[in-house]
């Protein structure tokens, strides 16, 4: 280092004889070692000449420079793209963005649902699993057999060709000894031949009696074929209730139709349509929003009111249409909600409401029925319980319920395209019972089953359809 030092000052005091500037400065450098340093103004040259290139730091610099305000130019609306797209173009990628947020949300949404239909088959797999192990245990009974056993050859009536065996102990009844005849055909003649004998017999027609009674009322019967009346327009109407009031009062008519698209974190718009025609052409009337959030899709309309229950809550709500106000509200006591007892398909369809012939109804859950379903009949003024009945079956175990003349219906699948109305409660009796009426899932995702006393019709939403399906009552 002193060399080093030495050979510095010797050039120093032979290069800057004469000269007062030079100057000696000492320091560390990067690495930390002891570094010693001159400079000498130049005697001839004012500057330093440039170089051809700047050097590469020099050109790095300026291509950073060049990148920094391309962007600087692409965040104010400047023309990189193009004459024309600056404010305009910013303006699109902001709704652009809005509306990706919007999908986002729905889409997250219906995340959710698919999550919670999983937990519900889970569950059902697991019920179905304790129900076939329970089967499993129980003993198998011999079954009495299917014909009846053999007579003597006096009492035969009819007999297969060959002496085959009995073919009807009804018939061989009729031959005996003594017997009046009264189960004889006087159109057969037995001659003796056990061979084949020709039967005939007269048709007459009678005329069936009446299958309702003096209010029109009776058991479903049939469900005719779902008939398809418009397609939503957006993933929001995915899920959906649409109605028509069976006993419409002023300033709506019976042929108002409305509709709620119920996929959304806070559903609030109610559209309303001056008739089906306009329904399937798409153009509402009237557009209302209501003052507190809708639940899933169990609303209903009676009397010119709209029936809801209020999100995350059991509360339900009055809504008035003339009014444009909340009529009534109250709590359904002890109903499950948000989640707590669905139908097998989710939605947080913990509490349904519909009507029928007899007025308005709820259909729900609690903890002390377990999960079953809880049928309770509403006064549709002031929404207090009049009577509830508690059923047998349970309620995430079947996808959807409406009620029809007093008689509680469910349906045993939502995506199932050929299914059926499984079970039948009926509120007179206090008596419940399995049936089997065959039912279509057209669209294989139905979410909302509602019954419209005035028409006779059953309302659904499947998979972004609104549809509807003729019934038919009386006694079975």
């Given amino acids: 280092m002193w060399l ?42 004012t500057s330093c000449p440039p170089t051809a290139s700047g050097g590469p730091e020099m050109e790095g610099l300026k291509t950073r420079l060049s990148l920094l305000e391309v962007l600087v130019a692409r965040l104010t609306g400047g023309e990189t793209r193009g004459p024309g797209l600056g404010a305009g173009s910013q303006a699109g990628l ?57 007579v003597p050859p006096q009492d035969s009536g009819l007999r297969l060709a060959g002496d085959a065996g009995v ?3 009804l018939v061989s009844s009729a031959g005996r ?6 189960l004889r055909d006087p159109a057969w003649r037995y001659d003796g031949n056990a061979g084949f004998q020709e039967l005939k017999a007269e048709v007459t027609e009678v005329p069936a009696p009446s299958t309702e009674d003096s209010t029109g009322c009776g058991e479903l019967i049939s469900i005719g074929e779902p008939v398809s009346h418009r397609k939503a327009d957006s993933i929001a109407g ?19 139709v409305w509709r709620i698209d119920t996929v959304g974190s806070e559903v609030r718009q109610l559209f309303g349509y ?16 209501l003052p507190e959030p809708v639940e899933s899709t169990g609303a209903t309309l009676y009397r010119g009111s709209l029936y809801y229950q209020r999100r995350r809550s059991r ?73 509830s009945w508690e059923t047998s079956i349970r309620k995430n175990s079947v996808a959807n319920a409406f009620v029809i003349c007093g008689r509680l219906y469910t349906v045993a699948s939502y995506t199932a395209p050929n299914t059926t109305i499984n079970f039948m409660f009926d509120t007179a009796t206090g008596q419940g019972k399995q049936v ?9 995702y139905n979410s909302m089953v509602d019954y419209n006393p005035a028409q006779r019709k059953l309302h659904a939403w499947d998979n972004f359809h609104i549809v509807s399906y003729d019934v038919r009552l009386g006694h079975q």
């Avoid at 000894?177 to 009264?182: A, E, I, K, L, V």
């Avoid at 709820?362 to 207090?384: D, E, M, R």
């Avoid at 089997?436 to 294989?444: E, G, I, S, V």
């Fill in 238 to 256: 995915k899920y959906g209730v649409w109605m028509q009031d069976p006993e419409a009062v002023a300033p709506y008519g019976g042929k108002m």
């Fill in 94 to 150: 902001q709704e652009a963005l809005t509306q990706a947020m919007g999908e986002r949300s729905l889409l997250q949404g219906e995340k959710e649902h698919l999550e919670r239909d999983v937990e519900g088959l889970q569950r059902r797999v697991e019920e179905m699993r304790r129900e076939t192990e329970s089967l499993k245990s129980r003993p198998c009974y011999p079954q009495a057999p299917l014909v009846p056993p053999s």
């Fill in 4 to 45: 080093l030092l030495s050979v510095c000052v010797f050039c120093l005091l032979q290069y800057g004889e004469g000269q007062d500037r030079a100057t000696l400065w000492r320091g560390n450098d990067r690495s930390g070692h002891c570094q010693y340093t001159f400079t000498v103004p130049s005697p001839s040259e």
């Fill in 274 to 289: 001056e008739d089906m025609d306009q329904l399937s052409k798409g153009y509402p009337s009237k557009v209302l929003l």
């Fill in 177 to 182: 000894q003594g017997d009046t005849g009264s």
């Fill in 167 to 169: 073919l009807s102990h």
């Fill in 436 to 444: 089997a009426l065959p039912f279509r899932n057209k669209y294989r």
């Fill in 315 to 387: 509360t339900l709500l009055r809504y008035d249409l003339a009014s444009e106000s909340i009529a009534a509200r109250r709590d359904l006591p002890h109903a499950g909600f948000h989640g707590q007892f669905p139908y097998s398909w989710g939605g947080y369809t913990d509490v349904d409401l519909g009507v029928d012939e007899q007025g308005l109804w709820a259909v729900y859950s609690t903890n002390k029925a377990k999960g079953a379903i809880v049928v309770s009949q509403l006064n549709p003024h002031n929404l207090a319980v009049k009577r």
